[in-house]
């Protein structure tokens, strides 16, 4: 591809990357400060099955949101979101196979491994990461939240490590990102998705929903938030290659990032109330 046009692809494809990211975690974390802030009005008077409300303003409109606690009968519009997800996704990687795999950013991989076999393993790496994650929350392991991330985190460390054997650093540091970005799209079309969609066929059917698929839709919608801060570090980690992936230290590093990003995500988590 000649340099000027491969500039501008890579510019754009870039900016849309952004743009889909900021509006899919902005939509996360707009339903978490929901989820917090529903409140019952002061005089407890709310429709028959209604769970509280939330009154917000914003560019000079009042807006009322309501949690119900079921319905009877579906809306005549009902919103989904979830192609932020895909597009976020879609353009991630995009974006890897324009920088690091027709960029040559694959090349100087450690132990002799040729860039082809890097890229193909690199590959199989974002291919397995979701199956490998599911298959732990859905085991034993996963019935204890403490447990299965202690588990997460671990494969998460083995995975970086491994990478790093077979490709620069820079590139494993990056395809941490695009495993832990797919894990989060995969969430969102193979379990949130098919979740509410089941939800929905149960009450246009009148059968009682399946909850304890709800819950695992439920966990994964979670988790989604509390990697998205990990993504987000491993999208600007390349401005500062000493305190991320050119340390020696880098697989430690990116291990006190997680932890950071996921204690940063469980604070706001909790913290968004008001």
Known sequence: MDFNVSEWVNLLTRWLHLIFGISWIGQTYLFIRMEHSIQM???GKVAEGSAGQMWMVHGGGFFVVEKLTGLKKLPFKLHWFKWESFFTWLTGIILLGLV????G??????NGISAGKSI?????????????????????LGK?????????FILLLAAASGLKQVMPARAAFFHIGAMLGTIMVANVWMLIIPAQKQIIRMIESG???????????????????????VVILIMISNHFPIA?????????MLGLFVLFGWLGAKI??????H
Request: hydrophobic share 40%; net charge positive.
């Open 120 to 140: 193909l393993i690199g590959i199989a790496a974002i291919i397995i990461a979701w199956p490998v994650y599911e298959a732990v929350w859905r085991s034993p």
């Open 268 to 273: 706001m988590r909790d913290g968004i109330k």
């Open 100 to 103: 690091y795999y027709h960029g």
């Open 144 to 152: 204890n939240e403490f447990v299965g991330a202690a588990v997460c």
């Open 244 to 252: 991320t992936y050119a340390t020696k230290y880098s697989v430690w």
């Open 207 to 229: 059968q009682p929903p399946d909850m304890q698929r709800a819950a695992r839709a439920r966990q994964s919608s979670k988790q989604n938030s509390y990697n998205s801060w």
């Open 41 to 43: 009005p002061p005089d």
């Open 105 to 110: 950013l694959m090349e100087d991989a450690p």
